[in-house]
Protein backbone atom coordinates (compact mmCIF):
# COMPACT_ATOMS: atom_id res chain seq x y z
CA UNK A 1 0.00 0.00 0.00
CA UNK A 2 1.52 3.25 -0.95
CA UNK A 3 0.65 7.05 0.35
CA UNK A 4 1.90 9.75 -1.91
CA UNK A 5 3.31 12.43 1.28
CA UNK A 6 4.49 9.60 3.83
CA UNK A 7 3.30 7.70 6.67
CA UNK A 8 0.69 10.68 7.52
CA UNK A 9 -0.94 11.99 4.59
CA UNK A 10 -2.13 15.32 5.10
CA UNK A 11 -3.31 18.37 2.57
CA UNK A 12 -1.89 21.72 2.59
CA UNK A 13 -4.82 23.18 4.88
CA UNK A 14 -3.34 20.88 7.60
CA UNK A 15 -6.99 19.07 8.00
CA UNK A 16 -6.88 14.78 7.86
CA UNK A 17 -7.05 13.96 3.97
CA UNK A 18 -9.84 11.57 3.41
CA UNK A 19 -7.98 8.67 1.88
CA UNK A 20 -8.92 6.71 -1.63
CA UNK A 21 -8.04 3.13 -1.94
CA UNK A 22 -7.58 1.99 -5.12
CA UNK A 23 -7.20 -1.40 -6.94
CA UNK A 24 -4.25 -2.48 -9.23
CA UNK A 25 -6.87 -1.26 -12.26
CA UNK A 26 -6.47 2.63 -10.95
CA UNK A 27 -10.11 1.89 -9.76
CA UNK A 28 -11.18 3.68 -6.99
CA UNK A 29 -13.08 1.25 -4.91
CA UNK A 30 -13.26 3.02 -1.53
CA UNK A 31 -13.04 6.55 -0.02
CA UNK A 32 -12.65 6.95 3.90
CA UNK A 33 -11.68 8.98 6.49
CA UNK A 34 -8.81 7.61 8.03
CA UNK A 35 -6.20 4.87 6.80
CA UNK A 36 -8.10 1.81 9.34
CA UNK A 37 -11.08 2.46 7.13
CA UNK A 38 -9.16 1.23 3.70
CA UNK A 39 -7.73 -1.45 5.28
CA UNK A 40 -10.68 -3.00 6.72
CA UNK A 41 -12.45 -2.50 3.59
CA UNK A 42 -9.40 -4.42 1.60
CA UNK A 43 -9.72 -7.00 4.23
CA UNK A 44 -12.69 -7.28 3.71
CA UNK A 45 -13.03 -7.75 0.00
CA UNK A 46 -9.63 -9.97 0.39
CA UNK A 47 -7.75 -7.13 -1.70
CA UNK A 48 -4.04 -7.72 -1.32
CA UNK A 49 -2.57 -4.75 0.29
CA UNK A 50 0.42 -4.89 -1.78
CA UNK A 51 -1.15 -4.19 -4.89
CA UNK A 52 -3.26 -1.41 -3.32
CA UNK A 53 -2.59 1.93 -3.60
CA UNK A 54 -3.86 4.74 -0.38
CA UNK A 55 -3.94 8.02 -1.75
CA UNK A 56 -4.94 11.23 0.05
CA UNK A 57 -8.11 13.07 -1.23
CA UNK A 58 -9.08 16.23 -0.35
CA UNK A 59 -12.55 16.89 1.90
CA UNK A 60 -15.57 17.55 0.28
CA UNK A 61 -16.39 21.23 0.43
CA UNK A 62 -19.66 22.00 2.04
CA UNK A 63 -22.20 23.70 -1.03
CA UNK A 64 -24.30 26.30 0.68
CA UNK A 65 -27.85 26.24 -0.93
CA UNK A 66 -29.78 29.40 -1.57
CA UNK A 67 -33.83 29.56 -1.30
CA UNK A 68 -35.06 30.62 -4.91
CA UNK A 69 -37.70 33.29 -4.99
CA UNK A 70 -40.99 31.45 -5.98
CA UNK A 71 -41.87 33.42 -9.37
CA UNK A 72 -45.25 34.57 -7.99
CA UNK A 73 -43.13 36.71 -5.27
CA UNK A 74 -40.68 38.42 -7.79
CA UNK A 75 -43.58 39.04 -10.33
CA UNK A 76 -45.96 41.38 -8.73
CA UNK A 77 -48.21 43.67 -10.77
CA UNK A 78 -49.06 47.38 -9.92
Avoid at 3 to 17: F, I, Y
Wanted: with cysteine.
Amino acid sequence: MSCLSGAECTLGSGDAAMYGLYDTDGILRFMGGDREACEAYAALFSLPLASCSLLPMPRPAAQVFRKRRSRREGARSS
